[in-house]
């Protein structure tokens, strides 16, 4: 983004400062972060998770949003900042703080936004000593009267199994090969201290990735690392991911179970998929798109979110089940977050988490995204590969998402190709009209009004504006088929000159021209519906199943 995309972006996406965002000019990191109390960043941090989380905006004019950009990061990255914040405020959670760098490409100034989490179970989140709060835009010591709010909250949130310490449990269940990888991915996710991780112990390196808690190895920990053998410590939990290889009428070829560690289950079930080369023609170019069928960041991301959200207490097993032409993955546990399209256009972390520990812990070995923009993700990646949007069931206790790896729908694709400023969520709507799937009537007055589809619930088909910018002309005509008033002139124009005729008979020539997204039987009605009409207007007369022009005409 250039400085004025930067700005307008700033300004649609925190246009004020109040209770859950603070703009704040820092040009310099040094002494910024932990320095005059009352003042800094933990200060401000503080205060915004003891509301309801939000966001710090730093390199920009307080009170006006004027970009002026970081000069000094001091020793400062997105990577460790985080973890200079978490040292340094008493009680603030780990999962959900984040820092998104923006960068204006013309003048090179620098943003960071720092996502601060709402602290749950609820605490007082303390920097310097002191709790903070807002009050309108303004930063202030927490009162007793919101220190006691804070207390007395109440939220429906049980015992963090992913934390349980398992007692019996040793280093020695654990498998190397699975340390090995996690300090691997930890090491490409906190790249400034990559040089240092070789040189720390297994048990130092477990507690500082927070898999492990002083030592002690949790649920977590021999979730993702634990060897096979040791799963009889997580009885009755038997922790299993099922592969499940059908074809496209629903009969099983093949299947196969993977255990622990799961960290490298994952990758197993990754490696299964039989992800082949797919070819289509996005334009109208010559050469057609060559693709993979599912990317290869949306398998890791849905087989890890499968892992972060399953149920444990349930004790059932996580499903990938892979048809020819899509993929479907499903984990026990309710979706907490409630629906995908609060998901998508949400502007601040999720505020709760099954396995905030588990969470925590993939997020330090680079297995999920650190602010719960994973789904976002995945439905931006495949409207940027013209592939179909993924499907969510998060009905009946459990959470399932289809991943497509063909094209449904030409005139759906090709629309994506030639209109780049369709929105995200104008792209997730339409996709599910070509999926004949239920959408609210608001949102389909809106896709209405902005001239992307026509015709009535449930037959909407795409817009005149949408099938000759795509070059479906012919397609949109089929789709449209022909109109009442046409209609009714052929069975004048039948009548005139072959003097009578049996509905069968106008059935027989009007079927095959009216419109595709009709069935058989609303065809038929609405052939029957317009010979109705023309009587009703005195044009046409029947005598039992023969039908005549009136004698009048």
């Known amino acids: 983004m250039t400085k004025q995309e930067l700005q307008t972006y700033l300004q649609k996406t925190y246009p004020k400062e109040n209770e859950s965002c603070e703009w704040k000019e820092f040009k310099s990191l040094k002494n910024s972060v932990a320095g005059r109390k009352g003042e800094d960043i933990i200060s401000y941090v503080s205060a915004i998770a003891n509301m309801e989380g939000g966001n710090l905006v730093l390199g920009v004019t307080d009170k006006t949003l004027e970009i002026v950009g970081i000069d000094n990061f001091a020793d400062y990255t997105v990577e460790n900042l985080p973890h200079r914040i978490l040292g340094n405020c008493t009680n603030l959670n780990s999962e959900g703080l984040e820092v998104e760098e923006l960068i204006a490409t013309d003048t090179n100034h620098i943003v960071w936004v720092i996502h601060v989490p709402k602290h749950l179970p609820r605490k007082p ?76 112990s297994d048990e130092q390196f477990l507690d500082k990735a927070k898999l492990t808690i002083q030592g002690n190895i949790t649920n977590t920990t021999l979730l993702l690392l634990g060897k096979d053998e040791a799963s009889y410590l997580l009885l009755p939990l038997i922790p299993r991911m099922t592969w499940v290889l059908k074809d496209a009428d629903n009969i099983e070829l093949s299947y196969e179970h993977f255990g622990l560690p799961l960290l490298l289950s994952a990758k197993k079930i990754h490696d299964k998929i039989r992800n082949f080369k797919y070819r289509y023609m996005a334009d109208d170019t010559l050469f057609p798109e060559e693709v993979d069928k599912y990317d290869n960041w949306i398998l890791y991301e849905a087989l890890h979110n499968s892992i972060a959200h399953q149920d444990y207490e349930l004790v059932g097993k996580i499903n990938v089940v892979e048809f020819p032409d899509k993929l479907v993955i499903s984990n026990l546990g309710t979706f907490l977050a409630g629906d995908i399209e609060s998901v998508i256009s949400k502007d601040v972390p999720p505020e709760r988490y099954r396995n905030t520990f588990l969470c925590t812990a993939m997020v330090e070995i680079n297995m999920i995204d650190t602010i719960g923009s994973g789904i976002k993700r995945i ?175």
């Open 125 to 200: 989140v303390y920097a310097h000593k002191t709790a903070w709060q807002r009050k309108g835009d303004s930063l202030i010591e927490m009162t007793s009267e919101r220190e006691k709010s804070i207390l007395n909250e109440s939220i429906d949130v049980v015992e963090d199994w992913s934390a349980n310490i398992i007692p019996n449990a040793t280093i020695n269940d654990l498998s190397q090969e699975a340390i090995a990888f996690a300090r691997v991915e930890y090491k490409k996710k906190h790249g400034r201290i990559a040089h240092e991780v070789d040189e720390w």
């Open 379 to 553: 439905f931006s990646i495949q409207k940027k590969r013209l592939f179909p949007m993924p499907d969510y069931d998060i009905d009946n206790g459990k959470v399932q998402v289809t991943i497509y790896g063909k094209i449904l729908d030409e005139r759906y694709t090709k629309l994506l190709s030639l209109d780049q400023e369709l929105s995200l969520m104008d792209v997730i709507y339409l996709d599910r009209i070509v999926k004949k799937q239920y959408l609210d009537s608001k949102i389909i007055s809106d896709l209405r009004s902005k001239r992307l589809i026509e015709g009535r619930k449930p037959n909407i088909h795409i817009s005149l504006q949408v099938a000759k910018k795509t070059g479906q002309s012919a397609e949109y005509t089929k789709l449209k088929g022909i109109d009442d008033d046409f209609v009714r002139k052929m069975i004048t124009d039948h009548l005139t000159r072959f003097i009578e005729a049996k509905r069968s008979d106008f059935e027989e020539i009007l079927i095959d021209k009216l419109p595709d997204v009709l069935d058989i039987y609303q065809k038929k009605n609405k052939i029957k519906n317009n010979l109705q009409a023309l009587k009703k207007l005195g044009i046409i007369e029947n005598q039992g199943k023969v039908w005549r022009m009136s004698k009048t005409e």
